[in-house]
Antibody, heavy 117, light 107 residues
Framework: EVQLVETGGGLVQPGRSLKLSCVAS????????MSWTRQAPGKGLEWVAS????????YYPDSVKGRFTISRDNAQNTLYLQMNSLRSEDTATYYC??????????WGQGTLVTVSS | DVVLTQSPATLSVTPGERISLSCRAS??????LHWYQQKPNESPRLLIK???QSISGIPSRFSGSGSGTDFTLSINGVELEDLSIYYC?????????FGAGTKLELK
């Protein structure tokens, strides 16, 4: 059974940093591209970042480019999202997802990030 | 960026009826169009991939069609458990984008 478990969310002040983790199990992690997708409270879904299976290439929308960094440790089956210079508009539940252009086939339970002073 | 416009925003349904949800893209996405269901307080789940391909474990009453810019998600015989928000998403070009969603509610 595929499982994605996110941790690391919480309350953080504007301008500060936070790092999310996602531990994957139930599939061969290093065979798949992985992504982060977020959902602001009461709002729709927004793709945040993707990384190739080897970790050699990464992709971001303009809304987070230069502030967020996606990375992975294939030996530990773990995906990361380093978030710097956080803004109030980054407040959202962040989901770890498997897949990209093929569709996001699996989702974690999400971790809530609240950016507020 | 590819803008996905979903309609209607809200649809009131009666159990048992057949319904169709629309997703229109601002430019062609070929068949790189996927549909998701999100129930209250749950993570989204993939319903249909590549516009019309079924997903293991998803009830057969869900089906998808379309290509290019116009897509449809159909539910043949709506059940109470289908009352959710449905999102479309394109994977044809970066940045990957989602529609704003269609909410199914009970009539």
């Amino acid at each position: 059974e595929v499982q994605l478990v996110e941790t690391g969310g919480g309350l953080v002040q504007p301008g500060r940093s936070l790092k999310l983790s996602c531990v994957a199990s139930g599939f061969t992690f290093n065979n798949y591209w992985m992504s982060w997708t977020r959902q602001a409270p009461g709002k729709g879904l927004e793709w945040v970042a993707s990384i190739t299976n080897s970790g050699g290439s990464t992709y971001y929308p303009d809304s987070v480019k230069g502030r967020f960094t996606i990375s992975r440790d294939n030996a530990q089956n773990t995906l990361y999202l380093q978030m710097n210079s956080l803004r109030s508009e980054d407040t959202a539940t962040y989901y770890c997802t498997r897949g990209t252009t093929t569709g996001f086939a699996y989702w974690g339970q999400g971790t809530l990030v609240t950016v507020s002073s | 960026d590819v803008v996905l416009t979903q309609s209607p925003a809200t649809l009131s349904v009666t159990p048992g009826e057949r319904i169709s949800l629309s997703c229109r893209a601002s430019e062609s996405v070929d068949t790189y169009l996927h549909w998701y269901q999100q129930k209250p307080n749950e993570s989204p789940r993939l319903l249909i991939k590549y516009a019309s391909q079924s997903i293991s474990g998803i009830p057969s009453r869900f089906s998808g069609s379309g290509s290019g810019t116009d897509f449809t998600l159909s539910i043949n015989g709506v059940e109470l458990e289908d009352l959710s928000i449905y999102y479309c998403q394109q994977g044809n070009s970066l940045p990957y984008t989602f529609g704003a969603g269609t909410k199914l509610e009970l009539k």
